[in-house]
């Protein structure tokens, strides 16, 4: 079994400074902070100091994630490997759309010098309602919204989502136009790979990046507030028909402190983790840690297609288009093959969380600063084709127990997270639809009765945190009987009229 090294982070240094050229600005909702950069890095800070820029709680200053990048390799008709990559801050990736002339002023001083909007559905909602009303002046956030390219240079005409409220494909507000997000607060970026040189020099695609990273407010379900998502669309906006097309990203994990780390996946959960690797979590050469009992965090891949999570080596990092597409086609970078503890070959490096499971700590490996390499299943890619990809950034913290446990509660988020993915939120050619009910439930915490309000004839589950049904039924009056319910930290599932909503609760 090939063992992972441990990364020392001064050979990484000079890879971690913010790059001249790119924009990086913070977003943030009552639970998590973190960097967008505008050439496709994810959470990766550009101040000062190396730390990483995924802070979580909010105001702690402690970041659990110090870089997420990604990686697109494709073949040509020739069998010739192109595509777009990053490595921290430098980057492959460029602002704005696909377009002739970047020199153009759209590029050099408008909107696409930046190519970074933010929107929060509270604004959306406003607009909707009072966009007809005498003297109403539209938000500069709805106006400078990027629906609409420049055609006449070279741009698509149809760019960032939106409702089109009377179909004519042109977006102006003030014909009831709005933009489409997810979540209660969206960050949406356009790129392109074809601006500027390839600093990996791999050859590009002429392919357009979108990203809307989006996050809920919920009081009644701490764990959507503590969670990150980031939907992730690629067009094709060239000629070229591209082959075996991978998608995937290069997570580096620093938890905390990153020099005492372990990785992890969960097939089932199609997620990427890490956790620390013993019960305290130090603070280390201006890192600072979480302390004793330290969290899990990790990356859902939403969608199911998370075909592979390896580890990379800070003195091996991929090169070059063959070791891209090596690594995301489960190998290491150089194409050799990986083994689990059994010496059964393996794509998921340590898949089995536990003391007698498949893992570091039954591996005996140091601890250290660790970087893995997700990649998704293969896809072609025709001209004027786009792919999407959802993801999620979970976290969970045991307050007790070994140092699985908060890998183990991490499990239950990952399958709270994927749940509410999976029922209500979808994104239709273009078309945000949510179906959510919006319902309401008090006392919480609660001893006997939950009350709900805002759903008739509906049904409902209560499930426990790892997604097991403890209690079902019909709601034909507001009141649940809790009798029956141990104390402890459930799920109210509520579905009715083909809308759905979920709360969780506390049961004294």
């Known amino acids: 079994m090939k063992a992972i090294i441990t990364s020392i982070m001064c050979l990484l240094a ?13 977003t943030s909702n009552s639970q998590v902070t973190y960097w967008v950069s505008n050439n496709g890095v994810m959470f990766n800070n550009p101040l000062p100091g190396g730390t990483g820029g995924y802070f979580i709680p909010k105001d702690s200053l402690v970041s659990a994630l110090f870089a997420m990048s990604p990686m697109i390799i494709a073949a040509d008709v020739n069998g010739q490997l192109k595509g777009a ?4 801050q430098s980057s492959d990736f460029f602002p704005g759309p696909i377009a002739t002339d970047y020199n153009a002023p759209e590029f050099t001083s408008g909107g696409f010098a930046i190519a970074i909007w933010e929107m929060t559905k509270a604004v959306v909602d406003n607009h909707i309602a009072h966009w007809m009303d005498p003297g109403y002046v539209v938000p500069p956030g709805i106006n400078s919204w990027p629906a609409n390219g420049n055609t006449a240079n070279g741009q698509a005409f149809l760019l960032a989502p939106f409702h089109d409220n009377n179909s004519d494909q042109y977006y102006n507000p003030l014909d009831g136009d709005y933009p489409l997000i997810l979540g209660d607060k969206a960050t949406y970026l356009i790129l392109n790979d074809m601006k500027g040189i390839h600093p990996s020099g791999i050859d590009p695609m002429n392919l357009e990046m979108h990203l809307m990273y989006y996050q809920y407010e919920n009081a009644s379900d701490p764990i959507l507030t503590q969670t990150t998502f980031v939907q992730t669309t690629l067009y094709n906006r060239g000629t070229i028909h591209w082959n075996n097309l991978r998608f995937g990203h290069i997570i580096d994990f620093d938890l905390g402190n990153p020099m005492d780390d372990y990785i992890g996946t969960s097939v089932a959960q199609q997620m990427a983790y890490v956790y620390n690797a013993d019960l305290n979590d130090e603070s280390f050469s201006g890192h600072p840690g979480y302390g004793i009992n330290p969290p899990a965090i990790g990356v859902i891949s939403l969608d199911g297609n998370l075909t592979s999570n390896l580890p990379v080596q800070a003195m091996n990092f991929p090169s070059t288009g063959t070791e891209y597409n090596n690594l995301m086609n489960g190998f290491d970078v150089d194409g050799s093959q990986f083994f689990d503890g059994s010496g059964a070959p393996t ?14 700590l039954t591996e005996n490996n140091l601890p250290g600063d660790r970087i893995a390499a997700s990649g998704h299943a293969v896809a072609n890619f025709p001209p004027g084709a786009s ?8 976290y969970a913290r045991s307050e007790s127990g070994t140092i699985f446990s908060s890998v183990d509660s991490l499990l239950g988020v990952a399958n709270h997270i994927q749940d509410f993915y999976d029922h209500a939120i979808s994104l239709n050619v273009g078309e945000l639809q949510q179906s959510v009910l919006n319902v309401s439930i008090y006392p919480n915490p609660a001893k006997e009765l939950l009350i709900v309000e805002g759903a008739t004839h509906a049904t409902y589950r209560i499930l426990t945190l790892d997604g097991k049904e403890v209690q079902a039924g019909n709601l034909e009056n507001p009141i649940i009987r ?8 459930y799920v109210l599932e509520i579905t009715a009229g083909g809308k759905y909503d979920r709360k969780s609760f506390v049961k004294e």
């Open 14 to 26: 000079f890879e971690r400074a913010f790059s001249q050229g790119s924009v990086s600005q913070s």
């Open 85 to 88: 990559v990053a490595k921290y």
């Open 347 to 360: 794509t998921y490096i340590f898949n089995q969380a536990g003391s007698n499971g498949w893992n570091e």
């Open 387 to 394: 792919l999407v990809y959802n993801h999620a950034v979970v």
């Open 482 to 489: 809790l009798d029956l319910l141990k104390g402890g930290f």
